[in-house]
């Protein structure tokens, strides 16, 4: 396994439209992370799975934000209605719940800019 | 809540030579865990250090080491030998170790961005 996956790497889109992100974690962890990273700043929380269950949501997280992990192996995000706001790099990270200091581990990204 | 502060928004450091990154935090807790994650230019993060605040001995990873300063909350990273490939930014991060210790996230810092000179 070569760790985190994600696709797309970039993304172009125009305001108002729906655009869905996958992220491929590790194969042995259990634990999904989405978070989101503006220019000049460090990646903020955006939601957390655990297995198939989404078990924590940030307030950064409006309606038109939607995570999925069905099964519990692969995740999707989806925006609807895109707002020049939403332009971001979105992180993807998984760790093993059976390590105590939890260890997150990230994904290349998909760079969102919204036009 | 916590927070994660980088003073230094850049550094720079001469190939050879060590460099240290600065990071305070604040927290009530007692019991978490402090990391380090490098970030090439589009390249993805990557960890190079992690420190649990239970344990009073510095970690070391290679040419990586921290200062941990429990009371002081704060997690310094040193660079020992600077090479060219270690130019990136570098976030510190935070994270609890509560009883619900897996359903927290990471709260990081704002990076701090190292240039390497040849």
Same mark, same amino acid.
């Given at each position: 396994?070569? $760790?985190v996956s994600q696709d797309p790497r970039h993304k172009i889109?125009?305001? $108002?439209?729906n655009v869905t992100f996958r992220c491929d974690?590790?194969?042995?962890h259990n634990r999904l992370y989405w978070y989101r990273q503006t220019l000049g700043q460090g990646p903020e929380f955006l939601t957390y799975f655990q297995n198939e269950a989404q078990l924590e949501k940030s307030r950064l997280l409006s309606d038109r934000f939607s995570a999925e992990r069905p099964k519990g192996s692969f995740s999707t995000l989806e925006i609807q209605r895109t707002e020049q706001g939403d332009s971001a790099m979105y992180l993807c990270a998984s760790s093993w719940g059976g390590d105590h200091t939890d260890t997150q581990y990230f994904g290349p990204g998909t760079r969102l800019t919204v036009l | 809540a916590q927070t994660? *502060?980088?003073s230094q928004p850049e550094m720079s450091v001469q190939e050879a030579e060590t460099v240290t990154l600065s990071c305070t935090y604040d927290t009530s807790e007692s019991d978490y865990y402090l990391f380090w994650y490098k970030q090439p230019? @589009? %390249?993805?993060m990557i960890l190079v250090i992690r420190q649990e605040a239970y344990k009073q001995q510095n970690a070391t990873e290679n040419r990586f080491s921290v200062n941990f300063q429990k009371a002081a909350k704060s997690f310094s990273l #040193?660079? @020992?030998?600077s090479q060219l490939g270690d130019a990136a930014m570098y976030f510190c991060a935070y994270? @609890?170790?509560g009883l619900n210790s897996g359903n927290t996230p990471l709260v990081f =810092? #704002? =990076? *701090? %961005?190292? @240039?390497v000179i040849a």
């Amino acid at each position: 396994d070569t $760790g985190v996956s994600q696709d797309p790497r970039h993304k172009i889109t125009k305001r $108002g439209q729906n655009v869905t992100f996958r992220c491929d974690p590790i194969s042995e962890h259990n634990r999904l992370y989405w978070y989101r990273q503006t220019l000049g700043q460090g990646p903020e929380f955006l939601t957390y799975f655990q297995n198939e269950a989404q078990l924590e949501k940030s307030r950064l997280l409006s309606d038109r934000f939607s995570a999925e992990r069905p099964k519990g192996s692969f995740s999707t995000l989806e925006i609807q209605r895109t707002e020049q706001g939403d332009s971001a790099m979105y992180l993807c990270a998984s760790s093993w719940g059976g390590d105590h200091t939890d260890t997150q581990y990230f994904g290349p990204g998909t760079r969102l800019t919204v036009l | 809540a916590q927070t994660v *502060t980088q003073s230094q928004p850049e550094m720079s450091v001469q190939e050879a030579e060590t460099v240290t990154l600065s990071c305070t935090y604040d927290t009530s807790e007692s019991d978490y865990y402090l990391f380090w994650y490098k970030q090439p230019p @589009s %390249r993805q993060m990557i960890l190079v250090i992690r420190q649990e605040a239970y344990k009073q001995q510095n970690a070391t990873e290679n040419r990586f080491s921290v200062n941990f300063q429990k009371a002081a909350k704060s997690f310094s990273l #040193k660079i @020992s030998d600077s090479q060219l490939g270690d130019a990136a930014m570098y976030f510190c991060a935070y994270r @609890s170790a509560g009883l619900n210790s897996g359903n927290t996230p990471l709260v990081f =810092g #704002k =990076g *701090t %961005r190292l @240039s390497v000179i040849a």
